[in-house]
C-alpha cells in the first residue's frame, strides 16, 4: 500500500464525522433562516403597524389643529360681540345718568333689546346658545 492511500484509509473516520458535522452546520444554517425570515416578517409587520399609527397621529393633529382654530374664531367673534354690548350698555347708563330721570323707559328699553338681540345673534353664529332666565 501506497502512503498516500494509507492516509486516505486513515482519514475515511474524520471524513464520515466531518461530513456529518457539515450536514448538521447545513441544517443549522437553514433552519437560521427560516428563524431570520420569521423575524423579519415581525419587523416588517411592526414597522407597518407603526407607519398606520403615524398616518393616523397626523390626520388626528390636524384635525385637532382645524378644530382649535374654529375655537379661537368663535371666541374672537364672541369677544367682538361682547366688546359691542358692553359699550351699547355704557351708552345706555349714560344717557341715562345725563338725562337724569327724563329719559323715555321704552327708549331704554328698546336700546336694551336691540343690544340683548346682537349679542344673541353673534353668539348664535359661533355657535353658542344664550339662554336668560324667563325667556
Do not use: Q
Not at 447545513?26 to 403615524?54: Q, V
Amino acid at each position: 500500500m501506497s502512503d498516500k492511500y494509507a492516509a486516505l484509509i486513515a482519514a475515511k473516520p474524520y471524513a464520515l464525522r466531518f461530513s456529518r458535522l457539515w450536514e448538521r452546520y447545513d441544517e443549522a444554517c437553514h433552519g437560521n433562516a427560516e428563524h431570520m425570515r420569521d423575524i423579519l416578517e415581525l419587523t416588517l409587520d411592526a414597522l407597518e403597524t407603526a407607519e398606520r399609527r403615524i398616518v393616523n397621529s397626523d390626520r388626528d393633529v390636524l384635525a385637532l389643529l382645524a378644530e382649535r382654530d374654529a375655537d379661537k374664531a368663535k371666541i374672537a367673534e364672541l369677544a367682538e360681540s361682547h366688546s359691542k354690548l358692553r359699550d351699547t350698555l355704557a351708552a345706555i347708563h349714560n344717557t341715562i345718568r345725563m338725562d337724569g330721570g327724563y329719559t323715555p323707559l321704552a327708549a331704554i328699553l328698546n336700546a336694551s333689546k336691540r343690544a340683548h338681540e346682537k349679542s344673541a345673534a353673534a353668539a348664535a353664529a359661533a355657535g353658542i346658545s344664550l339662554k336668560i332666565e324667563g325667556e
